[in-house]
Nanobody
Framework: QVQLVESGGGLVQAGASLRLSCAAS????????MGWFRQAPGNEREFVAG????????YYADSVKGRFTISRDNAKNTVYLQMNSLKPEDTAVYYC????????????????WGQGTQVTVSS
């Protein structure tokens, strides 16, 4: 089992920045690729960003590419999502998730999920 706890969400104005954190415990964190997903009311959960076990490979949804950066610190068992130039359409609950499958944008292959953190961007 891997337990994931997100933090760092909040209410910000358009153009602002936020950094989300996801702290992991349980099985060896560095064995898992990590991803961030988001879900807005009435919408399906969508992929935002992912990172490989070592952090050497990252991948992003087109909607956030150039604005968001995913990173990880395996010594701290933590994955981060730096979000810059936030837009109202980024408003959603953000979830981190863990998988043994590198490069996947499919939420179905992620085995472990956090409880989510709310990000609200006002115009």
């Amino acid at each position: 089992q891997v337990q994931l706890v997100e933090s760092g969400g909040g209410l910000v104005q358009a153009g602002a920045s936020l950094r989300l954190s996801c702290a992991a415990s349980g099985r060896t964190f560095s064995n898992y690729a990590m991803g961030w997903f988001r879900q807005a009311p009435g919408n399906e959960r969508e992929f935002v960003a992912g990172i490989s076990w070592s952090g050497g490979s990252t991948y992003y949804a087109d909607s956030v590419k150039g604005r968001f950066t995913i990173s990880r610190d395996n010594a701290k068992n933590t994955v981060y999502l730096q979000m810059n130039s936030l837009k109202p359409e980024d408003t959603a609950v953000y979830y981190c998730a863990a998988t043994k499958t590198i490069g996947s944008r499919d939420y179905a292959v992620y085995d472990y999920w956090g409880q989510g953190t709310q990000v609200t961007v006002s115009s």
